[in-house]
């Protein structure tokens, strides 16, 4: 016989010795209990098992998953288009445009450039606009009517600038330049 055999039998002798000894005294020594649970609701005399899925089980269970998640998907995606299409029709005035369109519309190359050479033309006119603005600006600024001056302050401030000594400006040299 082999020893991991024998030990195999042992643990299992063991086993069931403590299962006759929890029977006898009324208590399980098997008891699974989680932590801060009172003795008194314990599971007595079950041991509780792990299970597990089979392969094909667990299978079913991802295809039913997987076809949760393409039905919620759908909706969010229904439901974000509907939203969209009515906050467009909302900004469209009601003039007759449609709030979904199923072909994108496209500009030819002379439409295009037939568009562009009308804004630019806009945009002529605004800056000639705003250009003979500015311009009158100017010239009101530039024509405004001069105050005449009092009398009496006219001869006063005459008589302070000839009061007003002027000194002569002092030749520069070589010797004054190495000083500073």
């Keep these: 016989m082999n020893i991991q055999d024998i030990v195999v039998e042992l643990d299992a002798e063991i086993s069931r010795l403590q299962q006759v000894k929890a029977l006898l005294t009324g208590t399980s020594t098997t008891e699974m209990r989680k932590p801060g649970r009172p003795a008194s609701t314990s599971l007595a005399g079950k041991a509780r098992t792990r299970r597990t899925l089979s392969a094909e089980a667990r299978e079913r269970i991802a295809a039913a998953q997987r076809a949760r998640w393409a039905k919620s998907k759908k909706a969010a995606k229904k439901a974000a288009r509907s939203t969209a299409a009515a906050s467009t029709a909302k900004k469209a005035p009601a003039a007759g445009l449609r709030a979904k369109s199923k072909k994108k519309r496209t500009l030819s190359a002379g ?3 037939k568009i562009a050479a009308a804004q630019k033309a806009r945009w002529a006119k605004v800056r ?51 000083s500073r």
Aim: hydrophobic share 40%; glycine share 2%.
């Design 111 to 113: 439409t295009r450039a």
């Design 128 to 178: 000639k606009a705003a250009k003979k603005a500015s311009t009158a600006k100017v010239a009101k600024k530039s024509a405004p009517a001069k105050k005449a001056v009092p009398a009496k302050r006219a001869g006063a401030s005459k008589k302070k600038a000839a009061v007003v000594p002027t000194t002569p400006a002092k030749p520069v040299t070589a010797a004054s330049r190495n």
